[in-house]
């Protein structure tokens, strides 16, 4: 979504003036924008006849750059890297496309070990997970220390030392605070600590990650960024080992590709935020390219997978084996069932209905 200025330049709808002052790239405006954008990029893959990994593996690299706004963090990448990141990423790529078609992209599972469940619970999701081929499991953690510990030795004696353990505290700590907190479940191999602190406090992060790196542990943050130059501070101060795009609280595909390009200049591996509400469907489409036509790589790389809500979506992830199989169907997976939205429109949806009774009761 474009305007042309008095020059004929082309200018974001994002800047306008009056918009501008209720936030530049960021909030509701951005979320929007992004979700209208997001549905751009649906209909000229599905216009295509591809899914929307392959129709952006199959751009050549100038057009891909072109669909990207530099603004702002040229400082961090350039348009001539860009290119170049890309033009490198088309060496082996069909065979990374063939390997990615047969085997999937890696994912980690957060269905098993969240706070609230009882041992019970916990224990029986991750031995459902464990004989489903999961071997990456995050748990999430900052309610309470000695819970955490409990919780977190019964994760790691259940899936063994040489399976992957991350942690996740949804921001819960002050920098003092996660750094002491992670400090003591040092004791269980977590390969990240997520959301440690503010999602905002780049330098907080930078030193949580200088204090934890003796530790072996890193940190991974992302899926609250609500903008490229957010990322782009995280990655020049050292603040992040893992970074965590969201497909959608970034500006669309468009600004998520000039995070892609800027964490492989900077050597930061992606590992995607997604949840149950399509985020599955959405982000394994940007996670598979990363893979085939930036990275190369699946060193330190997954993506996460939440088994919950899938039965909305008409096109649902396929998950073999801990594995993101790539789809086939044109588009970008984002079109929901016409009997879930009927059911859950507000306020006449049947959903809705039964909720507003209960209340009036």
């Known amino acids: 979504m474009q305007k042309m200025d ?11 003036k009056a918009l501008k002052l209720i936030g530049p790239e960021k909030g509701v405006v951005h979320l929007a924008t992004a979700a209208i954008l997001n549905a751009l990029w649906d209909l000229w893959a599905k216009q295509e006849g591809k899914p929307l990994w392959k129709l952006l593996v199959d751009m050549d690299p100038k057009t891909l750059v072109s669909c990207i706004d530099f603004r702002y963090i040229s400082d961090s990448l350039t348009e001539e890297e860009a290119c170049e990141i890309l033009q490198k990423g088309r060496v082996g790529s069909r065979e990374r496309e063939a390997q990615m078609l047969a085997q999937g992209y890696p994912a980690y599972t957060t269905s098993c070990a969240w706070l609230g469940y009882s041992d019970d619970t916990l224990t029986q999701l991750c031995s459902k997970a464990l004989k489903e081929g999961w071997t990456r499991f995050k748990v999430k953690v900052g309610a309470d220390l000695q819970d955490d510990i409990r919780r977190c030795r019964l994760i790691r004696d259940m899936i063994g030392p040489e399976k992957t353990l991350m942690m996740d505290a949804n921001q819960r700590w002050d920098v003092p605070e996660a750094i002491e907190w992670v400090s003591r479940l040092a004791e ?22 200088k204090a934890l790196a003796p530790l072996g542990i890193g940190v991974a943050t992302g899926e609250q ?12 101060a050292s603040a992040l080992q893992f970074l965590q795009i969201d497909s959608c609280r970034l500006g669309s595909v468009n600004e998520n590709l000039s995070v892609l390009l800027m964490a492989q200049k ?40 939440v088994d919950h809500l899938h039965e909305h979506f008409k096109y649902p992830v396929i998950i073999k084996k801990a594995s993101y199989i790539p789809p086939k169907d044109a588009g970008y997976s984002t079109e929901m069932k016409e009997e879930s939205v009927k059911k859950h429109q507000f306020p006449d949806g049947e959903v809705w209905k039964k909720l507003l009774a209960g209340q009036e009761n």
């Open 6 to 16: 008095s020059r004929g330049m082309e200018l974001p709808l994002l800047w306008e």
């Open 188 to 209: 269980f191999k977590p390969l990240w600590i997520e959301e440690p602190t503010s999602p905002d406090d780049i330098l907080g992060h930078a030193t949580i990650s």
């Open 225 to 236: 960024c609500h903008n490229r130059v957010i990322f782009k501070q995280l990655l020049q």
């Open 266 to 305: 900077f050597g930061i591996p992606v590992c995607p935020h997604a949840g149950g509400v399509g985020l599955c469907e959405l982000v394994q489409h940007l996670i598979i390219f990363d893979y085939i036509s930036v990275s190369g790589s699946l060193e330190n790389r997954m993506c996460e997978y």
